[in-house]
């Protein structure tokens, strides 16, 4: 018989996301993914059509992917077109940006000119706090505000790059170039630290290799058309349909 999932209670809503808790299930959560997109710190709203049906499909066949290739992270199971079961953890608020081509905020911190190859990838730490607009800090600062020790500051730009070496000729197979992403981590019940959250055109700045044509969120930022068409692209390459 399959399992039966019932929601218990909403303990997060966010810009793309919501997670219950599930009844008789203390150490999962159901994480639901919505139409809904938000850009520059929500001073920006609108909807993606089938986005969270689109996002929770790619979050599950990557993070699959991932798994195979020695990734923790929080994936159970995808269980309805745009639910998934994950572990539940506890976040550490931190995002954790790698770069392979400048583009997006790197643009206005340095002279680098959108599009110009990174001799080597960068990795960034911001502090997740949407009342700061999410700051760009360093170890130091991380260390100051307690969000994680130095180990797991370690733990976290290795497990990045790992990440980045692997998807980087995962997306080029399929016609894309993985210009920039997000990531976000948290730690389960022993401490151990897994990858969580999403790995989706909201997270990633994805160019197609032949033309260098944008399919990722930065459509819907930049009012540049075509939001639908640019989603549906990159499932189209990743999971076929
Ligand atoms: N990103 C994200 N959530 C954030 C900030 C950034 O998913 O809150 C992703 C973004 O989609 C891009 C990468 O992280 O793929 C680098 O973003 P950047 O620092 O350039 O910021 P942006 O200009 O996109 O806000």
Redesign the pocket.
């Known amino acids: 018989m399959a399992e039966k999932y019932t929601k218990i209670k909403k303990i997060y809503e966010g810009k793309a996301k919501k997670l219950y808790t599930l009844k008789g299930k203390p150490g999962v959560l159901l994480q639901e993914f919505k139409d809904d997109a938000t850009a520059f710190n929500a001073k920006k709203k609108g909807t993606i059509l089938n986005k969270g049906i689109i996002n929770c499909g790619l979050t599950t066949y990557i993070f699959t992917f991932l798994k195979k290739r020695g990734v923790k992270n929080h994936l159970v199971k995808q269980i309805s077109p745009n639910e998934q079961i994950v572990k539940r953890l506890k976040i550490i608020p931190i ?1 954790v ?1 790698v ?1 392979n081509i400048a ?4 643009l206005k911190k340095t002279n680098l000119k959108e599009g110009q190859q990174l001799s080597k990838p960068i990795v960034e730490f ?1 502090y997740k706090d949407d009342a700061k607009d ?1 700051p760009m800090i360093n170890d130091s600062h991380a260390l100051a505000m307690k969000l994680a020790n130095e180990k797991e500051l370690n733990t976290l730009r290795q497990t990045a790059s790992k990440i980045n070496s692997i998807l980087k000729p995962f997306f080029l197979k399929r016609g894309l170039r993985l210009v ?3 990531l976000e981590f948290g730690k389960d019940n022993k401490g151990t630290i897994l990858l969580g959250d999403e790995i989706t055109p ?4 994805l160019w197609d290799k032949k033309t260098n044509k944008k399919l ?2 930065d459509r819907f930022r930049f009012d540049l058309g075509g939001v639908n068409e640019a989603y549906a692209e990159v499932r189209k390459r990743i999971i076929g349909k």
């Open positions: 995002e940006v770069r583009a997006g905020s790197l911001y999410d920039d992403f997000k909201d997270t990633c700045r990722d969120k």
